[in-house]
């Protein structure tokens, strides 16, 4: 423990009760409100973690099947993996690539950069026959509801949107960044030396990546938390937004 | 916010100035003790997060590279990674399959099932020339600490024993479970039904791997700050340990 100040500490708070967020709505508002009337109003340097869902409706960024006309490609793929050709037709419009086909699986690099089931389209919490496609700009929308914070509550957040992604080798998903603002997402130990005086090699972490995972366990995917905030935890400021989490497709050995 | 209660919410607090752990060193006596002395006491239901690094020591898994003679495999292999033989030869020894290698990384798959960098085997924070091996069976450590520590300290306490693991597709490691004793590795979805009445479709979350990636931001890397208390989260109890969190081989598009 260092002199004069305690052990590192931090706290993750639900923002709970938020109403439905329909297109167009002043989401930063809401949890502004919902925050402060559940005693824990934002406070300056505190993280907002955001669902990508809330943020997608907010944007408008629902697409209903019954609108939507599959190609011959979506047809078939659709058939190739059981899946309704509409939602596949989706998904190929939101991807730049396809990573895995396979299983009934469908991983793809969307347009952002993102490897992900579905080019991260989902239908749960959403109107039967919608899905909700991902933001087209998580850092632009991370920027504006801080942005907007401040206007309202005059206090500085910092913002990750947040989504649960699948991943390799592991079962289940775990939450992680797709948007960010105000916040560094990685954190390098590069060139510094552990206390045996060994230069400690390639140890990057993904803070944005594990923050917006301790997020997720407060925020009911039935409860309609759709939002956190991460209280005291040690941030290094930044204006970089997400991009420096994708990992050069050069450099990567799975895809 | 539910009626009567106030939002669902944790805090994580770092166990800061553990001395140095050496084989044989009664770990969950350090960790009560350091918890005390910093006035933040072990509590029931808490979660206890602890580096594999110090665990690995206390189990003496440590392999003095001088000690290692490479296999003629491991020759070859090391010179074409540009990587120290007698590392890769441990590496190899500590591993059932290789999943790729390039570039100068040798991703493995370990006896226990994990897919990771080098299988586990770390340099940092070790005397020169001595590398620490994941413990050997990392449920037993951590059930181990959690007897340990009820004996001790008269509570009951979750513990997950946490690594940190580079991604696929993503920059950054991010720390992850790889023992467990007293929680569920999974939270399940299956079957419950979302505001809109559709059923949630495979929504199952790694919660013990973003609890440990809670932990990581107060767990300094140069800071001796080798465990974590994870306090007030909501889990399940179970005695499965880690292996739900290993994908099943035929059901991954990644190997």
């Known amino acids: 423990m260092r002199p004069g100040s305690g052990p590192p500490r931090y706290e993750v708070i639900g923002i709970a009760g938020l ?4 297109p167009g709505a002043d989401l930063a508002r809401l949890i502004v409100e919902t925050a402060a009337r559940q005693s824990t109003p934002l406070i300056g340097g505190d993280l907002l973690v955001v669902s ?15 609108d939507v006309t599959p190609s011959p490609v979506a047809l078939a793929m659709g058939a190739g993996l059981g899946r309704d050709p509409r939602l596949v037709e989706v998904i190929l419009r939101e ?9 009934g699986i469908l991983i793809t690099e969307t347009h952002h950069g993102w490897v992900c089931a579905n080019a991260g389209v989902d239908q749960s919490n959403m109107d039967v026959d919608s899905v909700a496609l991902l933001p087209e700009d998580p850092d632009g929308s991370a920027r504006a509801l801080r942005d907007r914070i401040r206007t309202l509550a005059g206090v500085d957040v910092f913002v990750i ?23 560094a997402p990685l954190r390098s130990y590069l060139g510094e030396r552990d ?5 400690l090699q ?12 301790a997020a997720e366990p407060v ?29 050069d497709p050069a450099r990567d050995l799975f895809r």
């Open 219 to 247: 925020m009911g995917k039935l409860d309609r938390i759709p939002a956190a905030i991460v209280r005291g935890a040690s941030l290094t400021s930044s204006e970089e937004g997400s991009k420096p989490l994708l990992r």
């Open 202 to 213: 390639a140890t990057i972490l993904a803070v944005a990546d594990e923050l917006a995972a």
């Open 195 to 199: 206390p045996a005086g060994r230069p």
């Open 52 to 66: 990508q869902k809330v943020v997608s409706k907010m944007e408008d960024r629902i697409v209903r099947l019954a």
């Open 19 to 22: 109403p439905e967020v329909r």
């Open 95 to 103: 991807s730049r690539r396809i990573v895995r086909m396979d299983q």
């Open 161 to 183: 949107i947040a989504d649960t992604f699948g991943r390799p080798w592991r079962e289940g998903l775990t939450n992680v960044a797709i948007g960010l603002a105000g916040l």
